[in-house]
């Protein structure tokens, strides 16, 4: 299956600061790429996803950018809050999900 | 969006039991869904796919005969745990693909069932 690589594990930032995720993937005919948000004790939550045909994508304070000559992308969250302190994972389509390792996200207040 | 249900969210059991986990589409049919499973710290490992009305599809090293997955219909498949021991104990989570979205690769999940045995 597919090869999906996460960094960093653990992201600890300063409220306000941005935070960046990055992740590689092995499979070039991936062509789906979405980022999940888990909180202790929930099933994951998707928050933004990327398709091979554009290379960024925005929702107020996340972003996506995608590069597929390099095989990776990377999620950026700006203005960071507490209440953005979770696991992300990123994971990419080859039908099944494969999902990155996860980073553990800690915002300081 | 889409919403996936899981019940029991937590369950304990003893040792040598079956436990049964269902995880249902409330808004859309899900001719495909998934089965992770979650150890503490750790990322959701795919355990099978099941697809609606024919035999699921075990990830390698996953055993189906002790983790038997049913797909009766659009909208619900079971994962039964049988004779469960103690290493058995993780987070167990669903996903679904919405058949009307299906070209898109979206999936929802579910929250999740704690499975905890003693």
């Known amino acids: 299956g597919e090869n999906v690589e996460q960094h960093p594990s653990t992201l600890s930032v300063q409220e306000g600061d941005s935070a960046v995720i990055k992740c590689t993937y092995s499979d070039s005919a991936s062509n789906y790429f979405p980022w999940y948000k888990q909180e202790l004790g929930k099933g994951p939550q998707l928050i933004i996803d990327i398709r091979s045909n554009v290379g960024e994508k925005k929702d107020q304070r996340i972003a996506v950018t995608l590069n597929k000559t390099a095989k990776h992308f990377s999620l950026h969250i700006t203005e960071t809050q507490p209440e953005d302190s979770a696991v992300y994972f990123c994971a990419t389509n080859d039908y099944k999900l494969s999902f990155g390792a996860g980073t553990t996200v800690t915002v300081r207040a | 969006g889409a919403v996936v249900s899981q019940h029991p969210s937590w369950v304990i059991c003893k040792s040598g039991t079956s436990v049964k986990i269902e995880c249902r589409s409330l808004?859309?049919?899900?001719?495909?869904m998934f089965w992770y499973r979650q150890f503490p710290k750790q990322s959701l490992m795919l355990m099978a796919t099941?697809?609606?009305?024919?035999?699921?599809?075990?990830e390698q090293g996953v055993e189906k005969d002790k983790f038997l997955i049913n797909h009766a219909s659009l909208t619900l498949s079971t994962l039964t745990v049988t004779s469960a021991h103690p290493e058995d104990s993780s987070f167990y989570i669903c996903?679904?693909?919405?058949?009307?979205?299906?070209?898109?690769?979206?999936?929802?999940f579910g929250e999740g069932s704690r499975l905890t045995v003693l």
């Open positions: 996903s679904a693909r919405d058949w009307d979205r299906a070209n898109t690769g979206e999936l929802f």
């Open positions: 808004d859309f049919q899900a001719t495909t």
């Open positions: 099941s697809n609606e009305g024919s035999k699921a599809t075990y």
